[in-house]
C-alpha cells in the first residue's frame, strides 16, 4: 500500500543548527503516529517541513506517492493534509464559530483571508459552511461557545477550537503539534477517543504529544527525534523500553520511564 506520507532524507539546517537530520518515515493511511523527543528535537521543524511552512534544506516529502517537497501551504492544505500549531492559532476578535468556519475554505471557493474577515457575509452566503463549522465545534464539545470570541475561550479549549477548525477543513492527513498541551485530563481521553473514531473513517493522524500516556494510548507506531535525527521508532511499548530513548529523556541508561500514571511521563524538563 502507498504511504499516506512518506519522507525520505529529510533534513533542515538553521544556520549551524541541523533541527532535522536526515529523517526517514512511511505512514500507512489510517495510521496513528505519534512523534515524541525532548525540547528541540526538531520535532515541529518536521510538522513545518511536511505542510510546506518551511522548505527542506534536503529530502522529500511524498503524499500518496505525490512529490510534494517545496510546495506552498496552501497547496499541500489543499490535499487535505491540515496541521495544527503548538501556540494554538486563534483570530481572537472574532467568534468561536467564525475560527471554525475559516477552515472550511478548503472545499469552498472562500479564501482564508476572506473567511477569516469577511465571516458573517460568508455566513449568510453559505449556510453549508455554518453547518459544517457548527458540527465540527460539537465534535470536540464547544457548540455552546459557538458565539463567543474566541480569545475568551480558556487555552485548553483554543486547543479544541483550533482541532475543530482542521476538522472542517475534511482532513485526510492531520498533523496535530501538542494537541493535549492545556488540556484537562478527560478533555485529553476525549481527544483519543476522537482521533480514533476519525481514525475508523479514514483520517491519518501524526501527533507531537509529550503526554506518555496519549501516546501509549492512541499510537500505533512512535517516532522518537533527538537533535534532529530519528533514534528510534516502533510500537509505543518497545520504544518505551527502547535504551537510547530513555538516555534522550533522562540522560542515564538505567532509568525506565513506565506508562502507567502522570509522573511515569518523560517530559521535556527531565532532560539534563
Ligand atoms: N525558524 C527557526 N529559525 C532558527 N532555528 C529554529 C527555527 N525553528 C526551529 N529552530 C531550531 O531548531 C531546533 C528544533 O526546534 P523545534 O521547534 O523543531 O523543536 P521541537 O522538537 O518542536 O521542540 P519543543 O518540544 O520545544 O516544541 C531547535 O534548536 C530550534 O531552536
Ligand atoms: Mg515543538
Not at 501538542?178 to 493522524?205: C, I, K, Q, W, Y
Request: glycine letters at 8%; a negative charge; charged letters at 20%.
Amino acid at each position: 500500500m502507498t504511504a499516506a506520507l512518506r519522507i525520505a532524507a529529510l533534513s533542515r539546517r538553521f544556520g549551524g543548527v541541523v533541527a532535522v537530520h536526515d529523517v526517514d518515515a512511511d505512514v500507512a493511511p489510517q495510521e496513528i503516529i505519534a512523534v515524541i523527543g525532548p525540547n528541540g528535537a526538531g520535532k515541529t521543524t518536521l510538522f513545518n517541513l511536511i505542510t510546506g511552512f518551511l522548505p527542506p534544506t534536503s529530502g522529500n516529502v511524498y503524499y500518496h506517492g505525490q512529490r510534494i517537497t517545496g510546495w506552498p501551504a496552501s497547496r499541500i492544505a489543499a490535499l487535505g493534509v491540515i496541521r495544527t500549531f503548538q501556540n494554538p492559532l486563534i483570530f481572537g476578535e472574532t467568534t468561536v464559530v467564525e475560527n471554525v468556519m475559516a477552515g472550511c475554505h478548503r472545499w469552498t471557493r472562500t479564501g482564508l483571508l476572506q473567511a477569516a474577515l469577511a465571516l458573517p457575509a460568508a455566513r449568510r452566503e453559505d449556510r453549508q459552511v455554518y453547518d459544517a463549522a457548527r458540527e465540527a465545534l460539537a465534535v470536540v464539545g464547544l457548540e455552546d461557545r459557538e458565539q463567543d470570541p474566541a480569545r475568551d475561550l480558556p487555552f485548553g479549549q483554543q486547543r479544541l477550537l483550533e482541532i475543530a477548525r482542521a476538522l472542517a477543513a475534511r482532513p485526510t492527513v492531520l498533523l496535530l503539534d501538542e494537541p493535549t498541551a492545556g488540556l484537562s485530563a478527560p478533555e485529553a481521553r476525549g481527544l483519543v477517543a476522537l482521533m480514533r473514531r476519525l481514525r475508523d473513517g479514514g483520517v491519518t493522524f501524526v501527533v507531537i504529544e509529550h503526554n506518555m500516556d496519549v501516546v501509549m494510548d492512541a499510537a500505533d507506531r512512535v517516532i522518537v527525534l533527538d537533535y534532529g535525527e530519528k533514534i528510534a521508532e516502533g510500537p509505543p511499548q518497545a520504544v518505551q523500553r527502547d535504551r537510547r530513548v530513555i538516555a534522550a529523556y533522562l540522560g542515564e541508561e538505567d532509568a525506565v520511564p513506565q506508562a502507567a500514571g502522570p509522573a511515569a511521563a518523560p517530559t521535556p524538563e527531565t532532560r539534563p
